[in-house]
């Protein structure tokens, strides 16, 4: 069975520190992600995607970039947090586009 | 564009009544729409997906129906129990979006007296 897995689950950083945020899938392949933020009062926002190795599309201007260094690794990096960087942060993958989507259990990031 | 509603934001129901759980969207060309729960701090754990073909999907004691010509879906709880409270999140993925993106609701939030 697939799985998804996201760490760190909580993380309080400084302004103007860099971060790296991680997600894997296992028991797939090829699958497509997702990085998602959820702020509060406010829904789901997706922020970057990926259909394959390298490939990254952004959604919204913003002070975070994306990587996909292998086929089920995607990685949430910034060079430096502002503090409207805080929220909660949300790897997904489906597989094909007519299939569930599945979330990871998230990373509460909060910048201080 | 496509926006995604949910009411009530809130509800609060004794324990083992049956409920319908609401979500409407203003652009009917939907690839799918997928029903969530999220508890206080967790992920989002997907309940069931209904295709833009289907009319509905049943798991357990959870039904989603799908109207897509107007626009709405509902989920329906049969006799719920305290383990229910959660959020529940409705998306829809549009045609022509993002790969795969899906646009969600800001949820309503159930509480399930004992």
Same mark, same amino acid.
């Given at each position: 069975s697939q799985t998804i897995h996201q760490w760190p689950a909580t993380l309080v950083q400084p302004v103007g520190s860099p971060l790296s945020l991680e997600c894997t899938v296992e028991g797939t392949s090829n699958p497509n992600l997702y990085w998602y933020r959820q702020a509060a009062g406010r829904g789901l926002q997706l922020l970057f995607y990926s259909v394959g190795i390298g490939q990254i599309s952004s959604e919204v201007p913003q002070n975070l970039s994306a990587s996909r260094?292998?086929?089920?690794q995607f990685i949430l990096s910034s060079k430096k947090l502002l503090l409207s960087d805080s929220g909660f942060y949300l790897c997904a993958w489906r597989q094909l586009l007519n299939t569930e989507a599945f979330f990871g259990q998230g990373t509460r990031l909060t910048v201080v | 564009k496509q926006e995604v509603t949910q009411i009530p934001a809130a509800l609060s129901v004794p324990e083992g009544e049956n409920l319908v759980l609401n979500c409407s969207f203003t652009d009917s060309a939907i690839y799918n729409l997928q029903w969530f729960r999220q508890d206080p701090g967790k992920g989002l754990t997907s309940l069931l997906l209904i295709q833009s073909s289907q009319r509905e999907q049943t798991s357990g004691r959870l039904n989603a129906s799908l109207d897509k010509s107007s626009g709405r879906s509902t989920l329906y709880i049969a006799a719920?129990?305290?383990?229910?409270s959660a959020t529940y999140l409705c998306a829809v993925m549009n045609y022509g %979006?993002?790969? %795969?993106n899906l646009i969600f609701g800001k949820g309503t939030k159930l509480s399930v007296k004992p």
């Open positions: 260094p292998q086929d089920r | 719920s129990q305290p383990g229910d %979006g993002s790969q %795969g």
